[in-house]
Every structure is written in C-alpha cells, then in structure tokens.
C-alpha cells in the first residue's frame, strides 16, 4: 500500500485531464459538496444542491464535464491545507516570481445557510507578484440541458435547464474589478475566463452564484469577501462544540467534518457520499450513484455525533428518517431514499465517459427496491442510543418502531440481499445478526420505557432473539474452519460480520477467530477486501479495515487494535478525506468520495478502542 502524501507534496500532473481520486479535498456548506484537485481546479460542484444536475463533473469526463480552474500562468508546486476546524481550503501556490494563496469556501450567510449557492475563491498575494489565470466552463454531461450564456451589462449569467450561475469578481480595496472575460465558447457551451496578477498583500476574489428554478442575485464581491471570514468563524465554532479526549485526534475530528459536508441541511438527510459513479473497479462495471441517504450510514453518522457531544445533527438526522419512514413504509423498510426524503425512480444513464474513461455513469441507485434485514437493527439501535442520550420519543415514532420490530421477528427467516446489496437474495449471516440487534434494542427501549407494545410483545422479541441465535449457531458457524460463514451453505467469508463485535451479538472466542480468518482470506497488510473474491473485482474497503479495529478491540485484542489502527489513520489523503475503496497495490483511492461509511467507520474504531483500553 502506498502511504498517503505529505501535505508538502506538489500538485501531480493529470493523466488525460483527469486527476488522481487521492488528490481531491471537498468543502461544502451543508447543501452541496465542491472537489478541488491539488492544482487548484474545481472538477466537481453539483447546482445548488448535492443531488442537482452537476454543471463541474470534470472528475466524470475530463473533455466536457465543466470545471472551475484557478491557478498560476506558469509553473508552480502547491501545497494545501483547510483552515483548522474547518472546511475552507487554503492553497498555497509558489512560482518563480512569488507565492499567492488560495482560500475556497462555499459561504454562509449572516443568518446562516444563503437562499442560493454560493462559492468564494480568495486570492492573497504573498510575495512577489504572481500571474494567475481562471477560467469557469459549465458542461453538460449529465442532462440534457443545454448551456447558454446570456450577456445582462455588468454581470454574465449561464443557464443550464433550470439552473442559473453568475460571476462576479474584484480586487479588494481598488476599484479597478476583476470582470468576466469574453473568452470563446468551447466546445460544450459558453465559458467565463480572466487573468490577473498578485503583488504582496494584495487581494482578489472570484464568487461563483447559483440557483435552481430561482431568480439569481449576483453577489457583490466586497461582501462575499467577508463572507469567507463569517464561514470560517462558523466552522471553527461548530468544532468548538465537538468534544474528543482520545487518540488519534487530529483524523477522528477531520473524519467528523468530513461527515458534517455530507449532512444535506434543508432536510437533515446524510448522503452516503458526495458524487456518483467514480469506480470500484479500474476495469468498470462498478460504478453508483451515492447521492442519497442510506438508513444504515445515517444511524452510523447520528452515533458518531452523539459521542462527540453534538446535539443538533442527530435530532435533524432522527427526524428527517422517522418522518420520511412513516410516509414511505408501507412495506418494510426503505433501504434509502433521497435527501428529500422521497422514494427513487431508478437509474438512468448518463452520457459523461466516466473517470479516465471507465464507466458507466449513472444517476439514481438500483437497490431502493431490495429488502436488506440490516436496516431494522441499524434504525432500531440508533434509537436506543438517541434515547439513552436523553432525547425522548413522540408517539407515532414509538408506534413505528414497534412496527418494526415486529416485522423483523417475521421477516428474519427470509432470504435478502444483505448489507452488499447483492442480486441474489441468500440466507447472509450478518443479515440474521442485524434482526438480532434489531431486537435486542427493541427490547432495551420496551424496558426504558420508550415504547409501549401490546402485553406479550417483549417476550415475542425475546423469543425470536433466541430462535435467530439458533439458526445462526446452526447456519452461519463453520466449526471445521473455525469462522462465521456469509451465507448458510456457502464457504465464502464476509467482513460484515466484524460489525456484530460492536453491536453486542459475539465478543467471544468464535468472533475472536472469525477476525484471524477474515484477515487470513481477505486481508492485505492493514486492509480487507469486502467478502471472497472481491479481489478479482474491486478494492480493498475502507470501512471493513476499521471494522476489523474495532472488532479486535471488543474481543479482547486492543492491543492489536490499536496497532492496526496506527496504519490505517495513515490511508487518508494530505487532508483527510477518504474514499470508499483503496488500491492494494498503489494506494489509488476508488469508488465515491468523500465517503461516509469511511470516515464513520474511523470514527467508531477509534471511539470502541478508547472505551475498551
């Protein structure tokens, strides 16, 4: 495995314009996500919401995606950083003739939140004087929207469908301002392009504006420069509210800003990632759309805030999932739904060529339709802790978990698709854990009297609790090999087992094996592929290697725990960020990014490991 970066690494050059997945940071502002190359090129910025039409999907088609460049006229190496406790970007770029420094923020407002989307991009001059060019050239590869520029006097908009972008840029403190140029249209549709120098102590500022089916307000460039202060004191004041007293310090609160870009803040949703269709495989075929909230990464996510001592987070998250659920479970459970909280009308395919040209490109997500046993303990357990965190429960919520629970005591002895999404519905091991866990919590909030079931309904639970114990000890333990199985009647292992170390169902001898087996078949040096044979298809998964930490930890083995968790704190890029996969041999990221699963799973390892040692 290739370690990550030093944060002193130049900017890489690109392979046929694309980027290295490794190379991007992300900053947001609780409603769209922005990628950044370390050459200072924004390759992916959705308009104005996450799950919107992306006008800049350079990461997805390098020719005609559209992307937002902003770097020195000449050769330059650059280093970056985000501002501490934060998710503004700075970058600084050194030429031979001087240094500027790049400041990226999609900004806040006074009262909060803009109405609008809004990216500001300071320019500081340091030394010496700098020529930087810049150029913002929206595309159209996923839509159909054609992109056209419209000439309104003093500030240019672009239209896309119903999306609207303007551009406005100064020079602080002079009034000679930085306008859009008149470059020549490209090959996909209109463009802004400009040019300017810095000198010591200078300041420009380019502000990116947009909206969807709005009128659009072009923002003054003066204000949007301060703007860039107020969101930095935002963030900075959000951290102050995260408590940590464990290891691993500085990766457990980059993970959690990482986590905070990824809650959808009109609704209170988690996206499981910030993109779509970057691939799980180099030779394709493995590619999804991650622009939508799982119940599984947003029970994880709500439990990772509650251990920080955050308050508003897992209320808007517990919120957003028992409202949406009440309104969209008729039967079963929804396995995810999109950051409004609807149902999914499927996949549709895009006509971008896919990052380095390895697709498919896809909007939408194909397992809204499954049954996976697995969300009933992740929305369940979630509860338990929400609760136990002293926040109490409506009626309708308690009468919805009893529902549930209800329905797991039923719906265990089926065959599903299991955590992996998988086409071929099976008898999965980790499945029947989940019912376990599912009832288990169910059983602890019935005793903290939380909800009230009909009489008998808790020795309904209890009883099943057993039955599901039986089949598994019958099922899914293969004693011959001294580990639990993925499925009843197959050989093949699955990580997804190890989450069970944490969730309560086996801290003993047999998990305590199972991880000696699983690290054996699936493991290279401090990373683990998903389940057998997933080296022949895809990488290493980031999530599973900090399961394994975890649980170490919980059968005893913190030693080993803390160990393994030394090297995996090192995967992350220069910034922090983490993707869903990771190359064995090269150390390449693969898959969406940033991703919510990786970065909750660091957080759980490092928080179990703490609590155990």
């Known amino acids: 495995m ?22 991007y940071a992300a900053i947001g502002d609780g409603r769209t996500v922005a990628l950044i190359a370390r050459d200072g090129r924004i390759d992916w910025l ?7 039409r992306p006008l800049f999907a350079a990461v997805l088609d390098a020719e005609a995606g559209g992307h937002f460049a902003l770097q020195p006229a000449e050769a330059f190496t650059a280093t970056r950083e985000y501002v501490d406790g934060t998710n503004v970007l700075r970058t600084r770029f050194t030429t031979r003739s001087g240094v500027a420094v790049v400041t990226d923020a999609l900004v806040t407002g006074i009262a909060g939140r803009l109405p609008w989307m809004q990216l500001v991009r300071r320019i500081d001059g340091v030394d010496g004087e700098v020529a930087m060019s810049w150029i913002v050239a929206p595309g159209n590869v996923l839509g159909d929207h054609e992109v056209t520029r419209f000439d309104t006097g003093s500030v240019p908009l672009i239209r896309a469908g119903d999306t609207n972008i303007t551009l406005t840029g100064s020079r602080v403190g002079r009034l000679d301002p930085v306008h859009p140029g008149n470059g020549p249209a490209t090959d996909w549709g209109p463009d802004f392009r400009g040019a300017f120098a810095t000198s010591p102590g200078s300041r420009h500022v380019l502000c990116l504006a947009g909206t969807e089916a709005e009128p659009i307000r072009a923002p003054d460039p003066a204000i949007a420069d301060g703007s860039v202060d107020r969101t930095v004191e935002g963030w900075q004041a959000w951290s102050e509210a995260f408590t940590w007293d464990g290891p691993w310090a500085e990766q457990v609160h980059r993970s959690t800003l990482a986590l905070k870009l990824l809650l959808y803040s009109p609704s209170g949703a988690i996206a499981a990632a910030a993109t779509t269709s970057l691939p799980e495989s180099l030779d394709g075929g493995k590619n999804w759309d991650y622009r939508y909230a799982w119940v599984r990464d947003l029970a994880y996510s709500v439990d990772a805030f509650l251990r920080f001592g955050l308050r508003e987070e897992p209320h808007a998250a517990v919120s957003w999932v028992l409202k949406a659920l009440k309104e969209n479970t008729s039967d079963g459970i929804a396995v995810f739904l999109s950051l409004a909280g609807e149902p999914t ?14 697709g498919p490109v896809v909007s939408g997500n194909q397992a809204g339709g499954q049954l996976q046993l697995g969300v009933y303990a992740d929305l369940i357990s979630i509860m338990r802790a929400y609760t136990a965190d002293g926040n109490l429960l409506d009626g309708t919520s308690s009468d919805l978990l009893v529902r549930l629970a209800d329905e ?21 091991v980790s499945s029947k854990m989940g019912c376990w866990q599912a009832l288990d919590a169910a059983c602890s909030l019935h005793d ?7 009489a008998g309904t808790r020795e309904r639970w209890e009883k099943n609790k057993r039955l599901i114990r039986r089949w598994i000890d019958k099922h899914g333990w293969d004693e011959r090999r001294g580990t639990y199985v993925m499925s009843k009647g197959g050989r093949a292992l699955d990580a997804s087992v190890l989450l069970h170390t944490v969730s309560g169902y086996d801290r003993g001898e047999r998990m305590s094996r199972t991880i000696d087996a699983l690290r054996e078949e699936l493991g290279r040096g401090p990373l683990i592929y998903r389940y057998s044979g997933m080296e022949r298809e895809e990488g290493t998964f980031l999530a599973c290697a900090f399961w394994t930490a975890s649980a170490l930890a919980c059968v005893g083995r913190v030693d080993e725990a803390t160990a393994l968790m030394d090297e995996l704190v090192t995967v992350p890029n220069d910034v922090g960020i983490m993707a869903e996969m990771v190359d064995e041999g090269s150390g390449a990221f693969l898959g969406n990014l940033p991703q919510a699963l990786s970065h909750l799973a660091l957080v759980q390892a490092a928080s179990v490991i703490r609590e155990l040692s």
């Open 2 to 23: 290739t370690p990550a970066p030093d944060r002193a690494t130049p900017a890489e050059p690109r392979t046929d314009g694309y980027a290295d997945l490794r190379g």
């Open 448 to 454: 903290m009297g939380y909800v009230l079931p009909p």
């Open 408 to 428: 797991a005591c039923v719906r265990w002895k089926r065959k599903d698709s299991g955590m992996w999404e998988l086409p071929e519905e099976r008898h999965y």
């Open 46 to 52: 959705p308009v104005p919401s996450l799950d919107s």
């Open 345 to 358: 009308d499927g996949v549709r395919r895009e006509q971008a060529s896919g990052w380095r040209g390895i």
